[in-house]
């Protein structure tokens, strides 16, 4: 009897987190579901790649390391990411990095204005 009342108030409190954190406020459900380390290789104007790797931590902290290919330079920066209003758009607080929020496994690089970027290359990091 006792672990049937454990799993149903289990089965409670994942339910209540499901509504608070999904249904009630969907931009608290996007920063669960963003958390996660994104990667890729950006373009270089002069180099053959920059490797990005975007680490977004629960607590909407981020830690950028940019490695650029061919080079002996390695660019890290850390601070806060915020979400936008509207929910397309993950900013790294106190720089000029925006992305355009594609889906939970999937950020694309904005240009300096918080455009997308019309090219044919990949401006995209992935989980």
Request: charged share 25%.
């Amino acid at each position: 009897m006792k672990l049937l009342a454990f799993v149903i108030s289990l089965l409670l409190l994942v339910g209540v987190s499901y509504v608070i954190f999904d249904q009630e406020d969907p931009k608290t459900g996007l920063v669960i579901r963003l958390v996660g380390t994104f990667k890729g290789t950006l373009p270089c104007a002069d180099c053959s790649g920059i490797e990005t790797i975007l680490k977004l931590d629960l607590d909407e902290t981020y830690h950028l390391t940019e490695s650029y290919l061919d080079r002996d330079f390695v660019n890290t920066n850390s601070g806060i990411w915020e979400i936008s209003e509207d929910l397309t758009t993950l900013e790294l607080v106190n720089s000029q990095i925006r992305y355009f929020i594609v889906d939970h496994n999937t950020l694309e690089l904005l240009d300096l204005e918080g455009n997308r970027i019309n090219s044919t290359l990949n401006y995209r990091l992935t989980k």
